[in-house]
T-cell receptor
Framework: DQQVKQNSPSLSVQEGRISILNCDYT??????FLWYKKYPAEGPTFLIS?????DKNEDGRFTVFLNKSAKHLSLHIVPSQPGDSAGYFC????????????FGTGTRLQVTL | EPEVTQTPSHQVTQMGQEVILRCVPI?????FYWYRQILGQKVEFLVS????????KSEIFDDQFSVERPDGSNFTLKIRSTKLEDSAMYFC??????????????FGNGTRLTVT
């Protein structure tokens, strides 16, 4: 089941620069997308979300972009900070099934000094 | 900030044994979930629970699995006869409403289940 894919298992970025994490999906029934941050040995923590009626949502240093025609979303973190080093998971929700999240495999972000 | 709490943090059990994983969701939340993550794989949905009944379950959630809300605060996942492939991190989650659109899912820190 590869409905939500994060093709980069890891990403390294210098402190202060932009981190761009990518996510692709195949199911056109998905209409709501979320990003979760996860530290080892902890549960996922909600970061930011976007509805399919929008193409951008911003919250402080975090911006999520959605390209519906390409079935692609990305999370931008700017400026990146060492505390951002964690796993980042995108998740999608299909229309009419508001409860069930389908997660990607995650990208481990390392922000270096 | 209120949080979802899970106990134990790590459970080791022998194959064929029953195991119960416990969760205390956030107090004003009404919708409850179990997800799991096998090492190196993605987080997978198991089951959702509302109003004392299962509202949705995945193909992973077979007859060996059951969920219960035995009182007003606890939410449990039972695996009747554990298999080696049940070894995973199990996450409990809850939300205030049934929709992701205005009520993000809050996860606990998980129980690492190791079946030997």
């Amino acid at each position: 089941d590869q409905q939500v894919k994060q093709n980069s298992p890891s990403l390294s970025v210098q402190e202060g620069r932009i981190s761009i994490l990518n996510c692709d999906y195949t199911n056109s029934m998905f209409d709501y997308f979320l990003w979760y941050k996860k530290y080892p040995a902890e549960g996922p923590t909600f970061l930011i979300s976007i509805s399919s009626i929008k193409d951008k949502n911003e919250d402080g240093r975090f911006t999520v972009f959605l390209n519906k025609s390409a079935k692609h979303l990305s999370l931008h973190i700017v400026p990146s900070q060492p505390g951002d080093s964690a796993g980042y998971f995108c998740a999608a929700v299909p229309t009419g099934t508001a409860s069930k999240l389908t997660f990607g495999t995650g990208t481990r972000l390392q922000v270096t000094l | 900030e209120p949080e979802v709490t899970q106990t134990p943090s790590h459970q080791v059990t022998q194959m064929g044994q029953e195991v119960i994983l416990r969760c205390v969701p956030i107090s004003n939340h009404l919708y409850f979930y179990w997800y799991r993550q096998i090492l190196g794989q993605k987080v997978e949905f198991l089951v959702s629970f509302y109003n004392n009944e299962i509202s949705e379950k995945s193909e992973i959630f077979d007859d060996q699995f059951s969920v219960e809300r035995p009182d007003g605060s606890n939410f449990t996942l039972k695996i009747r006869s554990t298999k080696l492939e049940d070894s995973a991190m199990y996450f409990c989650a809850s939300r205030r409403t049934g929709s992701s659109y205005n009520s993000p899912l809050h996860f606990g820190n998980g129980t690492r289940l190791t079946v030997t």
